[in-house]
């Protein structure tokens, strides 16, 4: 027996096999390309939708942080108004502590007195960045004045906290007077 005699068969039954397994393949992968395409594309719908959503979320909370900030400004602003006219009220009533001693001294404490009258009234009035500006201003133009100032109102802010809480001693006598309940 040759080589010759011996024969294989490869006649239309396999051809149209393999033609037919082709034509499968590519219909699966047609099909998994599509499902692949569809997937991604619910994909990238969900995620959007997502993306939307957080931010939406991120600028409602933005929203209520800014108004919350705006509002301690605000309320700050006032605050520090108020106690600069404090300040203000304590430098006139000191100036009529020198008016007989030393008059021209008593001028000037009391031209102090209105000008601090007049910036109390400018932050009430004022918008936070316009007496942040006018802040900056005057610290480039006149940097002594503007730590001076500092310096003066640090001191004038210390006095006030030590005046407002009572005193160790104070506490202590207050303690000393109360009797003890049982």
Known sequence: MTISDTSFDNGPARGDTNAGLAEQARQVASDLKQTASTVADSVTSAATQEADEIANAAKD????????????????KIAGAE??????????????????????????IRRAGSELSTVAKAVRQRDVRELITEVEDVARRQPALFFGSALILGFAALRFLKSSTPSSAQITA?????PAQS
């Open 174 to 178: 207050d303690r000393i007077r109360t």
């Open 61 to 76: 909370i933005l929203t209520d942080t800014t108004e919350k900030v705006k509002s301690t400004v605000s309320e700050q």
């Open 83 to 108: 106690y600069l006219d404090k300040v203000a009220r304590a430098i006139h009533r000191a100036a009529g502590e020198f008016e007989n001693d030393v008059p021209q001294a008593a001028r000037y």
